[in-house]
């Protein structure tokens, strides 16, 4: 384990960087010792262990990186994760809403299993294998209020899943962050047109969107629309 200078996000509680603070690599503290998740590396600073947060693995420390100016983690808030995989963007999230709890949403059943071991011992993430486009069939899962959805499905109608979830789940002044995969809506038209496109959807359903980041230099094709409901 490797021993480096780290200190507190000087916006975000419970993220943690180290080096210059226009390019920082970041951190979360690691709730349960010696244990990795997606092979990150630990480190230890003042008898602290921290796992390194990959903007190049996790869309999520790839957003933080591009400074937002919406402040949405905040430790005892409640997160719906709609696309958790086997949670390498969940165990971060779940390190930085210590507080709240993370609800994550997984269709594929081998995924799950993977998500179910990873989360074994946080205590704050309640993982559900369900269907994104069914909100209503997960209903008796989820037994607090929703003060931000993230959404990262790479599916065709991204927005629709969107909405559907946020009028289900969000609450009023709830923030959803939509990761949005311009190949998996329309692989033949241009990005852009497909962002655009994607972003009036949200609107029209009344949702107010806030920012849009472009995470493009760690995920190629993708964009994020931050919006509040
Ligand atoms: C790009 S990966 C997510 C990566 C993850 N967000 C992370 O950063 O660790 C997309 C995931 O969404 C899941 N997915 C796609 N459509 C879904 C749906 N309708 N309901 C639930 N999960 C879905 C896929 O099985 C896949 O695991």
Request: net charge positive; charged share 25%.
């Given at each position: 384990?490797?021993?480096?200078?780290?200190?507190?996000?000087?916006?975000?509680?419970?993220?943690?960087?180290?080096?210059?603070?226009?390019?920082?690599?970041?951190?979360?503290?690691?709730?349960?010792?010696?244990?990795?998740?997606?092979?990150?590396?630990?480190?230890?600073?003042?008898?602290?262990?921290?796992?390194?947060?990959?903007?190049?693995?996790?869309?999520?420390?790839?957003?933080?990186?591009?400074?937002?100016?919406?402040?949405?983690?905040?430790?005892?808030?409640?997160?719906?994760?709609?696309?958790?995989?086997?949670?390498?963007t969940v165990s971060h999230l779940s390190d930085i809403l210590s507080n709240g709890i993370v609800y994550a949403l997984e269709f594929a059943e081998r995924s799950i299993r993977q998500l179910i071991q990873n989360s074994s011992e946080r205590m704050n993430v309640v993982p559900i294998l369900g269907d994104a486009r069914f909100p209503i069939k997960y209903a008796k899962s989820i037994f607090t209020n929703i003060n931000i959805i993230y959404q990262d499905v790479a599916q065709p109608n991204q927005a629709e899943i969107a909405i559907r979830n946020s009028d289900y789940y969000l609450k009023e002044d709830g923030i959803l962050i939509l990761v949005i995969k311009s190949q998996s809506i329309d692989s033949v038209s241009k990005s852009e047109k497909v962002y655009k496109k994607e972003k009036k959807i949200l609107q029209q359903a009344g949702l107010a969107i806030l920012e849009n980041i472009n995470i493009q230099k760690y995920a190629l094709n993708h964009t994020v629309l931050i919006a509040r409901k």
């Amino acid at each position: 384990m490797k021993k480096i200078k780290i200190r507190p996000h000087p916006h975000i509680k419970n993220v943690f960087i180290s080096g210059s603070s226009e390019r920082p690599r970041l951190y979360t503290k690691n709730p349960i010792k010696g244990k990795t998740i997606y092979g990150e590396k630990l480190y230890h600073d003042n008898k602290i262990e921290y796992r390194e947060w990959n903007p190049y693995r996790s869309k999520l420390a790839a957003i933080i990186l591009k400074h937002p100016s919406t402040k949405f983690l905040i430790k005892n808030h409640n997160c719906l994760y709609l696309g958790a995989a086997s949670g390498t963007t969940v165990s971060h999230l779940s390190d930085i809403l210590s507080n709240g709890i993370v609800y994550a949403l997984e269709f594929a059943e081998r995924s799950i299993r993977q998500l179910i071991q990873n989360s074994s011992e946080r205590m704050n993430v309640v993982p559900i294998l369900g269907d994104a486009r069914f909100p209503i069939k997960y209903a008796k899962s989820i037994f607090t209020n929703i003060n931000i959805i993230y959404q990262d499905v790479a599916q065709p109608n991204q927005a629709e899943i969107a909405i559907r979830n946020s009028d289900y789940y969000l609450k009023e002044d709830g923030i959803l962050i939509l990761v949005i995969k311009s190949q998996s809506i329309d692989s033949v038209s241009k990005s852009e047109k497909v962002y655009k496109k994607e972003k009036k959807i949200l609107q029209q359903a009344g949702l107010a969107i806030l920012e849009n980041i472009n995470i493009q230099k760690y995920a190629l094709n993708h964009t994020v629309l931050i919006a509040r409901k």
